[in-house]
């Protein structure tokens, strides 16, 4: 029989709270450019008002084409998928955490039996 080290363990637990932290920071960073994107928008739409631009929906149009909104969105896109992918490799080191937790009970019944 072939218990994995206490190393490999420790390794993984160091892995997933690295992990973790990186999730953290993506899933943060996205939040923040989500109100970011609030805001950018109603800066816009004020200054639509500020030039006569009297209706919500074209002050709306406006702000949606400026290419400061548009920079934003495509700053957010790249904050969610990194989020997504921060997750990903957290569940991916879960994953790994379980696979040995099962290999190491297989391990003790087979020693038992």
């Known amino acids: 029989m072939r218990f994995l080290p206490d190393e490999f363990v420790q390794e993984l637990m160091e892995s997933l709270e690295s992990k973790a932290r ?9 939040a ?3 109100e970011d994107r609030k805001i950018t928008k109603n800066e816009l739409m004020m200054v639509a008002e500020a030039d006569d631009v009297h209706t919500i929906t074209k002050q709306e149009r406006f702000a949606y084409s400026h290419p400061t909104y548009r920079a934003i969105v495509n700053r957010l ?19 790994q955490f379980e696979a040995w937790r099962t290999i ?3 391990e003790r019944a087979a020693t038992r039996g």
């Open 22 to 30: 990186v999730y953290a920071k993506a899933k943060a960073n996205r």
């Open 32 to 34: 923040g450019l989500e």
């Open 77 to 95: 896109k790249k904050a969610i998928e990194d989020e997504v992918n921060a997750e990903y490799d957290c569940k991916l080191a879960e994953l």
């Open 104 to 106: 190491n009970a297989n």
